[in-house]
């Protein structure tokens, strides 16, 4: 079965300061992988997605998220967050063809002004 | 102008008493899903459905229900059997079953038991 972890429930940071979300998923095959993004009071969206080949991927916003298949992770980056990032984060993974995808728990990004 | 609609935004439901939660799409997509948000929980994901007249349980399908007599259509109903129903439902669709896809929510239904 497919299981995501996501390292920190709650992220605060100022301004412009660097972003690094941690994702570790467990399945043992190929994978698709997603970060979904939640901004207050609209609906869940996705940010980026990797399917194959470059394994850095990018996203809006200037969000970035790399795919190292040994280390079963998908972390997502942003070298400096502004304010309007403050949202929440979610991971999740499926595998081609499965009909579902597994979510992490989430990750609440404050961004202080 | 595409996309998921979901209705009501807030429900509120007693003890006993089935409710039922509304998904519609216009996005032409096969795919539909239902899940449940709770804090600190993440989506769970109750039922979810690859075409018309056929749906699969999810992780928590346990005191709910679906329906997909339409393509665009794919209501939750929340049975008086879910011990716990007080959270945030979210409906999204994807244009086929596969992996790849990318899933569009709608806005949510908040369910609240009184």
């Known amino acids: 079965a497919q299981s995501v972890s996501q390292h920190n429930h709650h992220v605060i940071l100022s301004e412009a300061a660097s972003l690094e979300l941690g994702c570790n998923y467990s399945?043992?095959?190929?994978?698709?992988l997603f970060w979904y993004v939640q901004y207050p009071g609209q609906h869940l969206q996705l940010l980026l997605k990797?399917?194959?080949?470059?394994?850095l991927v990018k996203g809006i916003k200037g969000f970035e998220a790399e795919f190292i298949k040994s280390k079963f992770s998908f972390n997502l980056r942003k070298p400096s967050v502004q304010w309007s990032d403050t949202a929440e984060y979610f991971c999740a993974v499926n595998a081609p063809n499965a009909g579902k995808s597994t979510f992490g728990d989430g990750t609440t990004l404050t961004v202080k002004p | 102008d595409g996309g998921i609609t979901q209705s009501p935004k807030y429900l509120f439901r007693k003890e006993g008493q089935n409710v039922t939660l509304s998904c519609e799409q216009n996005?032409?997509?096969?795919?539909m899903y239902w899940y449940r948000q709770d804090p600190g929980q993440g989506l769970r994901l109750i039922y979810y459905s690859q075409i018309v007249n056929d749906f699969q349980k999810g992780d928590i399908a346990e005191g709910y229900s679906v329906s997909r007599e339409k393509k665009e259509s794919f209501p939750l109903t929340v049975t008086s059997a879910q011990k716990n129903p007080t959270a945030f439902y979210l409906c999204a669709s994807s244009g086929v079953l596969a992996g790849g896809e990318t899933q569009y929510f709608g806005p949510g239904t908040r369910l609240l038991v009184l």
């Open positions: 399945y043992g095959g190929t994978v698709n």
């Open positions: 996005l032409n997509h096969d795919a």
């Open positions: 990797y399917f194959s080949g470059d394994p």
